[in-house]
């Protein structure tokens, strides 16, 4: 049980256009998602929060115009990455839980790569 | 305020031989702490957990970590090392069972030798 689901998995695109992420709660309700972004060799960076229904909460120094967030429903959230660019190009995780007392589990991540 | 230090950011074992990837915490209060492994290109998989019950925590794939609050460590252990086990290992602390924002460490590289 609680599978998050990503895709796509892998993106190649050119500078300039915008890129969706979707991240799927498969067998449960995720009250709360949460987007991350981990640079090569490095540990994973908190982006935003998102809670469904509401807007998302960013972390400080996290672009809220470069990188939409919806959580429109209970098992699903997306990350848009509008205009990429080169310095966008890394791998995006996400995490969803429910409300309670469980931990967050993750997708599989999308490597993004601007060209 | 709450942090990780894994003390080791690559740790390499033969087959067979144990395996002991550290972490050491800081928090204001009783933290949940949280072990997650990461194969290549993959997300993140939580082997195990502390969340104020058992001291000693036992997690898939033969881990464990002992929770000791004198040593504000979480060090996570396995007896024999498998050529599998291979990969990133993040120490992960939390304030509230970890559905909450969660703090990573740096991650420790685990490498084991044949």
């Known amino acids: 049980g609680a599978v998050v689901s990503q895709h796509p998995s892998r993106v190649i695109c050119k500078s300039g256009t915008s890129v969706k992420i979707e991240c799927r709660s498969l067998?449960?309700?995720?009250?709360?998602m949460f987007w991350y972004r981990q640079f090569p060799k490095k540990s994973l960076m908190l982006m935003a929060t998102s809670n469904e229904g509401s807007k998302a909460t960013y972390e400080q120094g996290v672009e809220k115009d470069k990188f939409l967030i919806n959580h429109a429903s209970l098992t699903l959230s997306t990350l848009t990455v509008t205009s990429a660019h080169p310095e966008d190009s890394s791998f995006y995780i996400c995490s969803a839980t429910q409300v309670t007392n469980q931990p967050q589990h993750f997708g599989d991540g999308t490597r993004l790569s601007i060209l | 305020a709450q942090s990780v230090t894994q003390l080791d950011s690559h740790v390499s074992v033969s087959e067979g031989t144990p395996v002991l990837l550290r972490c050491n915490y800081s928090?204001?209060?009783?933290?949940?702490l949280f072990w997650y492994v990461q194969h290549p290109n993959k997300g993140l998989q939580l082997l195990l957990k502390?969340?104020?019950?058992?001291?000693l925590v036992k997690g898939i794939n033969g881990f464990e970590a002992e929770f000791k609050k004198s040593e504000t460590s979480f060090h996570l252990t396995k007896p024999s090392a498998h050529m599998s086990d291979a990969a990133e290992y993040f120490c992960?602390?939390?304030?509230?069972?970890?559905?909450?924002?969660?703090?990573f460490g740096t991650g420790t590289r685990l490498t084991i030798i044949p």
């Open positions: 502390y969340t104020s019950a058992a001291t």
């Open positions: 067998d449960f309700q995720a009250t709360t």
């Open positions: 928090s204001s209060y009783s933290p949940s």
């Open positions: 992960v602390v939390s304030l509230n069972f970890g559905n909450e924002k969660l703090t």
